[in-house]
């Protein structure tokens, strides 16, 4: 596009406007380098992970007992600090386990990003999650792997997805595929049965038939999505509805896979104590942004934005993929320093549960 439209300019002008594209090339160039310097330290870094996160699920899962390394910083947490804040724990089911019971679905819940996408036929699942990992791949794509206890809903040990992105454009997705789940007959908690009626065109006699449709799941995130092409002909009217809902579900899929890979994971004990400030906490009271309405489908991932943004490339001709966006997930949780967040509640939870 830019030889195109400068080729056509006066000759004078030419050569500045080849000039500075050379410079800003030459600045892509390092910009390229420096992404992939940081891909590898960030694979380093992601190996180095591995033993912590893998200590931690142990904790977790009530495997083992706190090491007296891991408890150098006891004594810090022993003198009760006076807060106004209570913590939504249940100090009772904690002390009769060595480990957290319920942590992960708690910790999913109290995301912006994922907790309005776990629905109450979810909750009994959830708490059989004993892990998530989180694989960096080729390309900038990534797999997330979720570990379960052996439970009465599905037979699978693991639930993974992996969000593919294009080499060429590391905000955009090509694909997201997820494992197939092997539900136990009548667990299937994405559907459910309804019941209609149904008139026969003889007898004219009704009927009650049974049909399966459905249902929102936090386990819906697991089915594969392709990024749609923009340019297949077919149905003008019915197949624009389907790649925009496509265009939605696969957007909604990956603001939830930034969240659980740059948030949950390392973050996993903020979230779980309800420690994550986010960004209405900073509002104050009666402000527009405080009376807003937001709609379900932003509430559910904070995705009808980046989807409509899609659409408007779609109509205009731009491309047809999906973008993950870096860093802070749109209508997500505020980032906050592991070293300032709420120490003194986080100071009065523990030696409440201590001097329980």
Known sequence: MYKKMVSNFPEELKPKFVAIKHLADKREALEDQMQKEMDEIEKKYALLYKPIDGA????????????????????????????????????????????????????????????????????????????????????????????????????????????????????????????????????NVTQKIIKKKQKAKKSKQVREVEKTVDQD????????????????????????????????????????????????????????????????????????EDEEEVSDDEDKGGHAKAAKKKKDKKESGEGAEVGAGQGQNEGGNKPADKKECKNQQLSTMSTTLISK
């Open 56 to 187: 931690r699920d142990e904790l977790i899962n009530g495997k083992r007992v706190p090491l007296p390394e891991e408890l150098a910083k006891l004594e810090e947490f022993k003198k009760p600090i006076t807060t106004e804040e209570k913590p939504e724990l249940d100090f009772e089911e904690l002390k009769k386990s060595v480990g957290f019971p319920g942590f992960w679905l708690k910790t999913l819940q109290n995301s912006r990003v994922i907790g309005p996408n776990i629905e109450k036929h979810d909750e009994p699942i959830l708490k059989h999650l004993t892990s998530i990992k989180h694989d960096i791949l080729e390309d900038n794509s990534y797999k997330l792997v979720f570990t379960f206890a052996p439970n009465e809903y599905f037979k699978n040990a693991e639930l993974t997805k992996t969000l593919m992105m294009d080499k060429d454009d590391r905000e955009m997705c090509k694909e997201a595929k997820g494992t197939e789940i092997e539900w136990n007959p009548g667990k």
């Open 217 to 288: 799941s936090f386990f819906s995130f697991f089915k594969s999505k392709k990024a749609p092409d923009m340019d297949e002909e077919g149905d003008e009217e019915s197949g624009d509805e389907e790649k925009e809902k496509l265009i939605d579900e696969l957007e909604k899929d990956i603001n939830i896979g930034e969240e659980l890979a740059n948030e949950i994971i390392p973050r996993a004990i903020y979230y779980y104590m309800d420690l994550i400030e986010s960004d209405d906490d900073d509002m104050p009271e009666g402000s527009d």
